[in-house]
């Protein structure tokens, strides 16, 4: 927990010593190196740690994400598999973005539509609910959410299929 590696910048008296890592500094020219850092606290609403580059004879102020910091006390090979696993979740991520973008940009013309049946079943089914009766909706845009939803997935059958 970051409050935990803040805590380790504490010594015995209660005075606070940035605590040394290597961070990943990037450059202008969309470069980046792990260079020396020290760390000196964290921010919580942002998530981001600050502290300066440890650099000959002066410090430039910084901030890092953690997964762009390595403190020297922790075990390099943890740290490896958390970048790693963090850049195939990403990977993964981003792949369900794309797979979601393309199921929302199918077309909608030619597919079945719901029924009168299964609108009025639908409807019947919204009033006898305790919630909606108290909030009295308008029916025409819960029926259009459903429809829209009913679309969306007639084309995530379609492209599952098509894609077996």
């Known amino acids: ?27 202008e020219d969309n470069t980046g190196r792990w260079c020396p850092v020290l760390i000196h606290s964290y921010d919580e609403e942002r998530q981001v740690y600050t502290g300066y580059w440890d650099i000959g004879q002066g410090h430039e102020y910084t901030e890092l994400t953690r997964i762009n910091l390595l403190f020297n006390s922790e075990d390099p090979r943890i740290f490896a598999k958390r970048v790693a696993q963090a850049h195939s979740e990403r990977i993964y991520a981003d792949s369900q973005i794309r797979y979601n973008f393309f199921i929302d940009m199918m077309p909608q013309q030619e597919l079945a539509e719901l029924d009168t049946e299964q609108q009025n079943r639908i409807q019947a089914m919204a009033i006898s609910s305790r919630y909606l009766k108290q909030r009295n909706p308008d029916y025409n845009s819960l029926m259009y959410e459903v429809t829209m939803d009913f679309q969306r997935t007639m084309n995530l059958i379609i492209m599952e299929k098509t894609m077996k």
């Open 1 to 27: 927990m970051p409050e935990e590696w803040i805590s380790f910048g504490y010594d015995e008296e209660g005075v606070f010593r940035p605590i040394p890592g290597r961070g990943l500094r990037k450059f």
